[in-house]
């Protein structure tokens, strides 16, 4: 059984960076598709950053090209949202999630709980 925790996220201003944390259990950051996804409130979730798809470099979201980046770390149990040049719309509660489909559609098997993320204009 996979479990995955956030942390990290915190209430910053615009222009400030935030680095989110993801500690898994039962798989590793290696192991398959997994990423970031975000959920503002009132509105639907949408995913943020991808890695391990087909072996190609890591996918994001267009509004966070260029701010955000995807990594682990060496122990192959976190992940990480590098996060710069955080802007308002950007605030939401920031969930790791992954499963054998989230490469393909978005959809993921297991997620984490959540960390949320503020940023004040």
């Known amino acids: 059984q996979v479990f995955l925790a956030e942390s990290g996220g915190g209430a910053v201003q615009a222009g400030d960076s935030l680095r989110l944390s993801c500690r898994m259990s039962?798989?590793?950051?290696?192991?398959?598709?997994m990423g970031w996804f975000r959920q503002a409130s009132g509105k639907a979730h949408e995913f943020v950053a991808l890695?391990?798809?087909?072996?190609?470099?890591?996918e994001y979201a267009e509004s966070v090209k260029g701010r955000f980046t995807i990594s682990g770390d060496k122990s192959d149990r976190v992940m990480f949202l590098e996060m710069k040049s955080l802007k308002p719309e950007d605030t939401a509660e920031y969930y790791c999630?992954?499963?054998?489909?989230?490469?393909?559609?978005?959809?993921?098997?297991?997620r984490g709980q959540g960390t949320p993320v503020t940023v004040y204009s």
């Open positions: 039962g798989r590793t950051f290696s192991g398959g598709p």
């Open positions: 890695v391990n798809c087909n072996g190609g470099e890591p």
């Open positions: 999630a992954g499963g054998p489909k989230t490469c393909v559609s978005r959809e993921y098997v297991y």
